[in-house]
């Protein structure tokens, strides 16, 4: 990337908005300079700049949660950039996986008409807790235990899907079936490989079919 198309404000910086790149989900907003940019791009690492230090900063240099950059693109008018990270650990200083935790909608949002809402809910939860690792959570226990544990437990619910189908069985075969899909996508996470990912494929095979 050339930065020399980026539009830095008068003080010599400009915006970058933190992405999951599997998850999607925005985990801060932080600012950087031009040095800071091309460090980011040459470690690909994110460093940002610090405005009430007055300084260039590495993000987990002495937490250890490094962020993993993917892509970085920039908006239309060049005056800020979205960067696409695989983070090693919780993006906010006080130990959440995204900055942005709270809502101030919350209680007057309506649930999502979308159907398949909860997959996306699902999968910002899933990086959730692994990043944070809370303990005593499910999730945790099959992110600390790796992948041998999640490809056992994938392959244990693939079977009880067979059994459940086979027996005719629908209420276990719902239950079995979610049973899948939450394993098969904490799976996906482990791998960095996003629902999106998924869904792109599905996307592109149906459309090579019209």
């Not at 980011?40 to 993000?59: A, N, V």
């Not at 962020?67 to 008018?77: A, N, R, S």
Request: aromatic share 8%; hydrophobic share 35%.
């Amino acid at each position: 990337m050339n930065t020399d198309m980026i539009q830095f404000d008068e003080k010599g910086l400009v915006p970058a908005i933190v992405q999951d790149a599997t998850s999607k989900e925005v985990l801060t907003l932080a600012y950087m300079n031009k040095e800071s940019l091309t460090k980011t791009i040459e470690t690909k690492e994110t460093w940002f700049y610090s405005r009430s230090r007055d300084e260039l900063w590495h993000k987990g240099e002495t937490s250890g949660n490094t962020q993993t950059v993917t892509d970085i693109h920039y908006d239309c008018d060049q005056d800020a950039v979205l960067v696409f990270v695989n983070p090693a650990g919780p993006a906010c200083h006080k130990g959440d996986y995204s900055c942005f935790s709270n809502s101030l909608m919350e209680s007057e949002v309506k649930a999502s008409e979308d159907r398949f809402a909860i997959l996306n809910k699902l999968e910002a939860v899933i990086a959730k807790r692994e990043v944070e690792r809370p303990d005593g959570a499910y999730t945790t226990y099959l992110f600390t235990e790796g992948v041998d544990k999640i490809l056992k437990k994938v392959g244990e619910e693939a079977s009880e899907v067979i059994i459940a189908a086979k027996n005719r069985d629908l209420e276990e075969l719902t239950w079995e079936s979610a049973d899948l899909l939450f394993h098969l996508m904490v799976l996906l996470r482990e791998q960095k490989c996003s629902l999106d990912d998924v869904l792109s494929v599905l996307e592109k095979r149906h459309a090579s079919k019209d």
